[in-house]
Nanobody, 119 residues
């Protein structure tokens, strides 16, 4: 059973930066496309960034493009999300999961990490 452990979220001011980490306990991590998702109060979970298994290809939601950078370290089974120029609308719980063509690959999720951006 896969487990995701997210960390790095905290309270920051508008314009601040954070780096999130997610470690996955899955043996095939290096062949999985990975994604960072977020869920704000009262909203559906959305995909904000994804990265190919090798790290050579990344994709971003329009709302974070140019501000967020996803990366990975396959030797550590870890995916990162560098978030710069944070805005109050980035406030959400952030999760990671593997990603396939239709959405999250695994049905189980980690506890997430809370990011709160104050105005």
């Amino acid at each position: 059973q896969v487990q995701f452990v997210e960390s790095g979220g905290e309270l920051v001011h508008t314009g601040g930066s954070l780096r999130l980490s997610c470690t996955a306990s899955v043996s095939m991590f290096s062949i999985l496309r990975m994604g960072w998702y977020r869920q704000a109060p009262g909203k559906q979970r959305e995909l904000v960034a994804s990265i190919s298994n090798s790290g050579s290809t990344t994709n971003y939601a329009e709302s974070v493009k140019g501000r967020f950078t996803i990366s990975r370290d396959n030797a550590k089974n870890t995916v990162y999300l560098q978030m710069n120029t944070l805005k109050p609308e980035d406030t959400a719980v952030y999760y990671c999961n593997a990603q396939d063509s239709v959405g999250p690959f695994f049905t189980s999720w980690g506890q997430g990490t809370q990011v709160t951006v104050s105005s």
